[in-house]
């Protein structure tokens, strides 16, 4: 089992509720990732902030810019760009299920692994599980991770099940702009045989274990060789702490049972209300007044030259 669950809430049909822990099902360990150094001194390059005509400036005179037209941009402080970030709820309502092959492969993004959250969940889990296989559907949601707001997909997997992030209409490419300069047209059938003979002489099984970037394994390789000759090895570890055990399943049987008595409901209860933007704005400025006050005392500078005056003004 992963060291720690990457989300812990519970999955939603209609008054099942069912607590779950989703890990990271993807790693990017196949990557080689490098540093500069400086040659002569074998010392990690470091990086200035700056601004053109000042040099080097306080982080603490940084805010974030979106920009609007070429060189204006609109300023934003953190506390108004935290104001809208979504909480997440830690529940994940299944709204719609829809046939897998429905969901084009573009959208779909990052898979997760989605295991039950203790013992009483396993039944619960289970139900859904099998009963997404059995009707072949895929269940859609929507859920807070990170303080944005993903469309996602559950489906069965083995003993568990995947549940994968993915992109919007607006973050897709329409196909159409690229291949319609593609003729439409029906190929030679004595071409098309023989490609179907290659097909079949080369088919298989899929085994991910056959596959490796030999540009990776060629660095890897150089970087051993390089380790037993010279070079200097820096080894970090990250720390891990105690995931929270998860909360009980309410009775499946009669949950179920209810869902049915009202077919066009999801919930006993009426949904609550959304908080607005501006609602979400006056609860940070209420409860966060004080603390801003206190960051700015301590972080406020004794003294600074008279140099770096006009550079906040130009800020």
């Known amino acids: 089992m992963a060291a720690r669950a990457y989300w812990q809430g519970q999955i939603r049909l209609a008054l099942v509720s069912i607590p779950v822990e989703i890990y990271t099902a993807t790693k990017s360990g196949a990557t080689v990732s490098f540093r500069q150094i400086h040659e002569p001194t074998g010392k990690p390059i470091k990086y200035e ?74 039944e619960a889990f289970i139900v859904l599980r099998e009963a997404l296989r059995r009707t072949k559907k895929v269940g859609l949601g929507q859920l807070a991770l990170r303080g944005r707001e993903y469309v996602v997909s559950l489906k069965p997997c083995g003993r568990g099940m995947i549940l994968e992030t993915l992109r919007y209409a607006d973050e897709v490419h329409r196909a159409q702009g ?52 010279k070079g200097k090895i820096v080894d970090t570890n990250d720390d891990e702490s105690p995931r929270p055990s998860g909360s009980n399943v309410v009775d499946l049987m009669a949950a179920l049972k209810k869902s049915l008595e009202k077919p066009g409901e999801t ?42 005056a006009p550079a906040r003004k130009r800020a």
Do not use: M
């Open 49 to 122: 902030k700056s601004v053109a005509g000042i040099g080097p400036i306080d982080p603490d005179e940084i805010v974030k810019g979106y920009e609007i037209e070429k060189g204006n941009y609109v300023l934003l402080e953190q506390d108004e760009i935290d104001a809208v970030k979504l909480e997440s709820k830690k529940t994940l309502e299944l709204t719609q299920f829809v046939d897998a092959h429905e969901i084009d492969v573009l959208y779909y993004e990052k898979p997760y692994f989605v295991v039950p959250a203790d013992d009483l969940a396993e």
């Open 267 to 308: 919930s006993g209860k009426p949904a609550p209300k959304k908080r607005t933007t501006k609602a979400a704005a006056n609860d940070s400025a209420e409860e966060k007044p004080a603390a801003r006050k206190t960051k700015a005392a301590a972080k406020k500078p004794a003294a600074k030259p008279a140099a770096k």
């Open 178 to 229: 690229y291949f319609r300069d593609i003729p439409d047209q029906k190929p030679d059938e004595d071409l098309l045989d023989l490609a179907e003979t290659l097909i079949a002489k080369k088919s298989a099984k899929f085994d991910p274990q056959e596959f490796h970037d030999r540009y990776v394994d060629a660095l890897k390789d150089l970087i051993e060789r390089k380790k037993k000759t």
